[in-house]
């Protein structure tokens, strides 16, 4: 079948490079990206269990990781990327039952994922300490 | 069989696509993500109502029935929503022969984590 010795080089689209980056893009991989992070949180999260079983050591040595300051940074962005991801979600949703396509609205619904994300990160890390006392 | 495809009945009839279960992963999806609201969000609201909360009073939160229940069913939607997604990006961004060990190793990484997770949860609920 292949009698070719040297590959046809297949043609490229231009590289995503060469494009000015707009919210819809960034907010697209965005949404891709959050998702990866949340899949490493998502094994975190059965660290923690498995470590609540296994006894109050273990659950001490993993809260001890989390209440570091690296921890805490991480746990910030994490908590970031899953408000990111579920605003970012419940666009796609929206966007599913054929609603929201206008630009306006593209725009409108892209900004207000935004807004309403570090809102409800600044709220739950202001609910977290305030229980914390 | 078909009655509970999401497939329509023109895209069944013209037959096209290698595997034709590409709106089955696309519904799974969104069935998960839908599940994943409430569930993620209890989870979050728990975990702030739990900061410094010891060790006791943490298990004693899990040990109840709604939240043994509730980290259950969060653990099967988020690491079936977790396996989905991956395998997007996987095939999206994985050329080389490494796309099919890729795939594999996510799938039943998912699948491990979420067993893991889910008897762990178990053991809490039901230790001694």
């Known amino acids: 079948m292949s009698n070719f010795t040297v590959r046809r080089p297949r043609p490229l689209s231009p590289n995503i490079q060469i494009y000015r980056p707009q919210l819809t893009s960034v907010l697209s991989i965005v949404n891709r990206i959050t998702g990866v992070i949340l899949s490493f949180c998502a094994v975190v999260l059965v660290i923690w269990l498995i470590a609540a079983t296994t006894g109050p050591h273990a659950y001490a040595d993993v809260q001890g990781a989390i209440a570091s300051w690296i921890g805490q940074i991480m746990l910030f962005g994490c908590t970031f990327a899953f408000f990111l991801h579920l605003c970012g979600g419940i666009r796609h949703l929206v966007w599913d039952t054929c609603h929201g396509f206008e630009l306006r609205w593209i725009y409108a619904s892209g900004w207000t994922v935004v807004a309403a994300s570090v809102m409800l990160t600044v709220a739950a890390w202001v609910a977290s300490l305030f229980m914390a006392g | ?128």
Not at chain 2, 16 to 35: C, F, N, Q, T, Y
Not at chain 2, 55 to 79: D, G, K, N, Q
Not at chain 2, 99 to 108: D, E, H, Q, W
């Open chain 2, 1 to 128: 069989m078909d009655r509970q495809s999401m497939r329509s009945p023109l895209a069944r009839a013209i037959g096209l696509g290698s595997a034709k279960e590409g709106v089955e992963h696309w519904w799974a999806e969104r069935v998960s993500a839908v599940a994943l609201v409430p569930l993620t969000l209890w989870f979050v609201a728990s975990i702030i109502a739990h900061t410094g909360s010891d060790y006791v009073t943490f298990v004693a939160w899990l040990r109840t029935p709604l939240a043994t229940i509730l980290m259950i069913l969060l653990l099967i939607a988020l690491f079936h929503h977790t396996a989905l997604g991956l395998q997007v990006v996987i095939e999206d961004y994985v050329h080389s022969g490494a796309k099919f060990a890729a795939a594999i190793t996510v799938r039943l990484g998912c699948f491990a984590v979420a067993a893991a997770g889910i008897v762990a949860t178990l053991r809490i609920a039901f230790g001694g």
